[in-house]
């Protein structure tokens, strides 16, 4: 029952910042938020091992192959944590990929944006991991229990992540002159997407209002970016390569960099369909989940013969 | 042939065929019927390109030309390889890699168990680790082994025509030429002859346990001791030597 008296008392143990766990009492836009801001993480996980999958082949030494492969390993662990975290809310992982095919659950935009040269791998680690580690951060003290431990765990490793994608850019932007070339392109295309990452500004952001009362959301999308503005500007200038934007500029009075306006429009296209591989991304996942479904079939049947087994014995 | 030149080729032997069966496995990211599977994959992927590293640039050591492992892995052309001809198959749908890969683990526990008592020290120390990370390996190959043998219809019959397929390139994993025979001598490389019973034993173990047929022993293909492959290989190299290739002077 959603009565007054339980919502209230719902508020108070928000407000203490205790968390909610999966047996508590919680209102059903609670939950229902969780699983769709949930979901949409870890859909964003198991979708960008995509546009870095697509490099492990081609990885330019045996060392970059394995560190390449152990990262893409991660983010697929992290998919399943916060698929299971996501089960807690009663749901299942079947029906969040379904909702995922069919297109009710979202996932990353960024990873719609296609990793064109190995220094899109770099690209990638450095600025699209480096903008989920700050959103990240301020997760892990999210009201929900689990979805806040899975997001301790993965923090630890995210930041090894973003370590990796700066050392590839790193060893481009030092090197020879077409590889500081193909360093700069990608943190050219990278740079204004990675932005989009945190979302419209907080004046337009649908679903900030009620994930801050409920501390789901700790702190809004506008002071995220800027944060993760401020400390990668600064790592561009260490490695020599030229963050994108003309209206940069650093604030004295307000110790935070200025930036120009971000191209919102081309933000709403690809979250309606409508980035350069969309269509492509998505099916690929239903590709492989078609692709797998025999297997699943035959280790359900194989269970199912063991039980029955252990049943008669 | 010299001592040297027989551990080089040895070492490269060992180095290629888990650089390319590790290449092969890391394929399946994102394409493994469960996540938790492409995990699997990937981690068995991890392992063996950890191993080739290892041994590559033991290799490279040994050969004493100054090339390192990154030059034997990028920068020799097809005919220069030496694995064996099925870790260079292409994975074909999930039963048939679980195929490939049970043959390759079993004999790989075979082969490692081995070498971990190599006079070469080296080698024994990169075995002693391979060992572990191959009991998983094989427990990984022969679980799936098991479900899709004994699983559905189309699940037993899809992964008996994979291991029939593949069966003609088991044979040239026990072939041995002069690297062998001086090795042998040295106490530094196996007799492959004596660990075709182990390997046929866990093999019939497994596939009887699901369900399945042990393919004959007929006709075996050969070739990579010579340096002679498959088509696929040179997609494989054209694949992963690209960058190596196309920007010669870099450092990555």
Redesign the interface.
């Known amino acids: 029952m959603e009565s007054t008296n339980n919502l209230e008392k719902f508020q108070t143990i928000i407000d203490a910042d205790t968390k909610i766990e999966p047996k508590d009492w919680m209102p059903e836009d609670y939950r229902k938020h969780l699983i769709r801001q949930i979901s949409q993480h870890a859909h964003s996980e198991v979708i960008g091992m995509q546009p870095e999958g697509n490099w492990i082949t081609r990885a330019p030494s045996l060392r970059a192959k394995l560190i390449l492969l152990a990262k893409i390993q991660d983010e697929a662990g992290h998919g399943l944590y916060l698929y299971s975290a996501c089960e807690t809310l009663g749901i299942s992982r079947e029906e969040l990929i379904d909702q995922l095919h069919t297109g009710k659950a979202k996932y990353s935009s960024i990873f719609n944006y296609a990793a064109i040269t190995w220094a899109d791998i770099g690209a990638i680690g450095w600025l699209v991991d480096g903008a989920a580690i700050v959103n990240q951060i301020s997760l892990q003290r999210t009201s929900y229990g689990p979805y806040s431990r899975a997001m301790i765990r993965i923090c630890k490793e995210e930041s090894f992540h973003q370590r990796q994608g700066y050392e590839i850019m790193g060893k481009l932007a030092l090197g020879t002159p077409e590889q500081k070339e193909m360093a700069q392109d990608a943190l050219n295309r990278w740079w204004w997407p990675s932005l989009m990452m945190f979302g419209p500004h907080d004046s337009d952001s649908p679903h900030s209002g009620k994930a801050m009362t409920w501390r789901i959301k700790r702190e809004s999308n506008d002071v995220l970016r800027q944060r993760f503005i401020d400390k990668t500007v600064q790592q561009a200038e260490v490695i020599g390569l030229k963050i994108p934007d003309d209206k940069l500029k650093w604030n004295e009075a307000k110790g935070v960099y200025e930036h120009g306006e971000i191209n919102w429009e081309e933000f709403n296209q690809v979250i309606n369909g409508n980035g350069p591989l969309n269509k492509i991304r998505l099916a690929n996942h239903i590709s492989a989940h078609e692709n797998g479904a025999w297997v699943r079939e035959a280790a359900n049947a194989y269970a199912a013969k063991q039980k029955k087994e252990v049943l008669v014995a | 042939m010299t001592k040297q030149e027989a551990l080089f080729s040895y070492t490269l032997r060992l180095g290629d065929n888990a650089?390319i069966l590790g290449?092969r496995l890391?394929?399946w990211?994102?394409?493994?019927?469960?996540?938790?599977?492409?995990?699997a994959m990937?981690?068995m992927?991890?392992d063996l390109?950890?191993r080739?590293?290892a041994m590559?640039k033991y290799a490279a050591q040994v050969e004493g030309k100054g090339r390192t492992?990154?030059d034997l892995?990028?920068k020799r052309g097809e005919r220069q390889f030496l694995c064996n001809l099925i870790v260079q198959l292409p994975n074909g749908?999930?039963?048939y890699t679980i195929a490939r890969q049970l043959i390759m683990s079993a004999f790989d526990i075979c082969l490692y168990e081995e070498l971990v008592k190599s006079k070469d020290e080296t080698i024994a120390a990169i075995s002693a680790k391979a060992v572990k990370e191959v009991k998983y390996h094989l427990k990984f190959a022969t679980d799936w082994t098991?479900?899709?043998g004994?699983?559905?219809e189309?699940?037993h019959q899809?992964i008996q025509k994979s291991f029939n397929d593949i069966w003609m390139y088991t044979g040239e994993l026990f072939e041995m030429n002069e690297v062998d025979a001086i090795l042998i001598k040295e106490g530094i490389a196996v007799d492959l002859n004596s660990l075709k019973a182990r390997w046929k034993k866990i093999m019939t173990e497994v596939l009887l346990e699901a369900t399945l047929t042990v393919p004959a022993d007929t006709y075996m293909q050969t070739g990579s001791r010579k340096g002679v492959h498959t088509e696929s290989l040179g997609y494989?190299l054209a694949?992963?030597q690209?960058?190596?290739r196309a920007?010669p002077?870099?450092?990555?």
């Not at chain 2, 990211?29 to 995990?39: A, Q, R, V």
């Not at chain 2, 002077?249 to 990555?252: E, G, Q």
């Open positions: 650089l290449h890391s394929e990211s994102s394409k493994g019927p469960l996540l938790e599977e492409d995990i990937t981690n992927a991890l390109i950890g080739a590293d590559l492992e990154d892995a990028y749908d999930f039963g098991l479900r899709l004994d699983g559905t189309e699940s899809r494989i694949e992963m690209y960058l190596q920007y002077d870099a450092k990555w």
